[in-house]
Structures are given as C-alpha cells and as structure tokens.
C-alpha cells in the first residue's frame, strides 16, 4: 500500500513517504493561463515567475494562512505533488496523510478532503499541525508531560501544549514568515524610499533578519526602485534595522506563549519549565529567536533538529503507526 504524508503549507509543501524519506519540498504557487483556464506550473517553476508575468498568466497562492483559499488551484496542485511523489505507480491511489491548522474549522476540514480526493488519493487522514510537530521533532507526546510546541510557518504560526497524545490547550495566529516579510517591505518603503519586492524581503530576513538586536550588526545592499525618482537605486541596510521592522509580529509571536500559558493547568506549566518550548517551522531558522522567546517568557527555549523537516517528518511517523496515533487522526475518509 503506498503512503504519502504531506505538509501542506502556506509558502512551501512538504512531500514525504515512508522509507524514502522526504521527496518534494516546493512552494506552493501555482501559475495558471488566463486565456484556458490551465495550469502551467506548480511549485519552483511557478515560483520563479512571480513578479515577472505577462496579463496572461497569473500566478497563484492557493493557501492563505493556512487555510485553502481556491479550492480549485489546490486541488491541481496537490494532484501535481502525488503524482510526483508516486512516479510511475500513478496508477496505484495512495493513502494520504495531510497536516492541518489546530484551530481549522470543519468547513476548511471538508475542503483539504475534498481537494485530496479529487487529487487521486484513495484515503485521506488529517492530522493537526502542532502534534505532527511535535511528533516529527521526537517529543513523546503520549506520556503523561506537558510538552510545549511552537510552530512558525509561513502563513501561521501554532502554539500547543501536548500532553498524553492530545493537546491540552493551544492558539494559533495568522502571523508567520510572508508577515515578517511584509513588514520589512513596509519598513524599507517608509524609511529609506526604496519599493522592493517579497522576494527580496525574505533574501534580507534569511542573510542578516534577527530576532534580538544585536551588538556586531550585519550589513547588506539591495537593491529596489527609488519612490521619488522611480529610478532603481541600491542601499544599505543593517540587521537592526530588520529586527525593528519585524518587532510588532515578533511580539505578536510571543504574546501567544503568554496566553497558552495563562490557561494551562499549573503541573503542565512546571512540565514546560522543567523542559522548555521546542520551536520548529521555517520561523524557527530565523537568528535568535530562541534568545528572544527565553528573554521575554522566562522559559527555556530550544530549536528542534531540522526545523522545517518536522511536520512532513511527523507524518511519515503517524502513517507507519496510524494505530498508535489513532486519536490524533482528526478526520478520516
């Protein structure tokens, strides 16, 4: 029987299969024809063309925050990413295990199905995001601790506290990299004159972004279009520069850990001191936010091994043990 488990993301999707490890890792972008309605491209061929498109193809993102915005799209996309991963045994209907948000409604539920089985899947199993997580970065999320799960992707970013194979109590906020993104395109607009793209937002976040400003700054040049003379122009810019453009996203972050915490029963909450917050999902390869979650909360803070990987690696292990994992599978058909 082949298995597939997919981490269905906002700015990335994550294949991964059993014995294989992971096989696909791509954007999740799709780039449609205008004129017929079809798909030209998905994933890093799609990606390529953004910004850079005639009227006549869109370029589209399907996922917003998490959640399928045109259901249509993910459907052609997801069809893409199966039968990628299945290769030449497209004629064989996989079982599919599909990560979802925490706080997902059930309408948003029937959607991911949905699209999944009009993909080509035989079955389909979803399972929340925060326990895949945890699971992918080794907790042992059925023992009677709390374990404490921060999760950082692109569209959202999840908090859970898990304990005995469930979560006790989590939050979820529409706040993840495109925002941190977002924020230093505004910033660079407003401070320096200088219109640029998401692109190379994301580029300035990964070479010099930190969480906590930093004694020895890092500096960069970019280059963008002058918003006076509409000439493009190159500046430099630093890394504390891009730690006050993120600061309010960074706070809404870490506002989160407060409020779980707030509702979490006492012997849980001495659990997650004892063994601190694990923080996986791309957000986590951002410099120091470790530092900056253990200087805020006082708790100990720590970056699971392979961030990124740890949902798409959380799948695979719930597929090869679907009867231990059982009472995490939120939806099946």
Excluded: W
Excluded at 116 to 132: D, F, I
Excluded at 186 to 214: F, M, N, P
Excluded at 224 to 244: A, C, M, Q, V, W
Excluded at 257 to 284: F, H, W, Y
Aim: net charge positive; with cysteine.
């Amino acid at each position: 029987m082949k298995k597939i488990g997919i981490d269905l993301g906002t700015t990335n999707t994550v294949v991964f299969m059993p014995k294989k490890g992971i096989v696909i890792n791509e954007p999740s972008v799709v780039a449609i024809s205008v004129i017929d309605n079809k798909v030209l491209a998905v994933g890093n061929l799609a990606k390529e063309m953004i910004g850079r498109t005639p009227d006549s193809i869109v370029v589209s993102k399907p996922l917003v925050n998490g959640a399928i915005a045109d259901f249509k799209v993910t459907g052609a996309m997801l069809r893409y990413f199966i039968r990628k991963a299945g290769g030449f045994l497209s004629f064989i209907k996989p079982e599919v295990l599909i990560s979802v948000p925490a706080g997902i409604t059930s309408t948003e539920k029937r959607a991911v199905i949905e699209s999944t089985l009009n993909a080509g899947a035989k079955a389909v199993y979803l399972v929340k995001e925060p326990v895949l997580a945890a699971i992918g970065a080794k907790i042992p999320i059925n023992n009677p601790t709390g374990n404490m799960i921060l999760n950082i992707g692109g569209g959202t970013t999840e908090l859970a506290v898990i304990s005995l194979g469930g979560i006790v109590s989590c939050a979820s906020i529409r706040v993840g990299g495109n925002k941190l993104d977002a924020s230093i395109v505004d910033y660079i607009k407003h401070k320096h004159g200088l219109a640029i793209g998401e692109r190379t937002a994301e580029l300035i976040k990964i070479s010099i972004g930190s969480a906590v400003k930093q004694a020895n700054e890092e500096k960069i040049n970019i280059k963008g279009r002058d918003l006076s003379s509409g000439y493009p122009k190159t500046i430099e810019i630093s890394s504390n520069e891009i730690t006050e453009a993120m600061g309010e996203q960074l706070r809404e972050i870490v506002q989160i850990i407060k409020n779980v915490l707030e509702v979490t029963p006492p012997e849980l909450c001495a659990d997650i001191m004892d063994r601190g917050i694990i923080i996986s999902g791309g957000g986590a390869l951002l410099k120091n936010i470790d530092a900056l979650i253990t200087k805020i909360t006082g708790v100990p803070a720590a970056i699971a091994d392979d961030p990124l990987f740890c949902v798409a690696r959380g799948t695979g292990i719930v597929l090869d043990n679907l009867e231990a994992y059982k009472k995490n599978v939120v939806a099946k058909r």
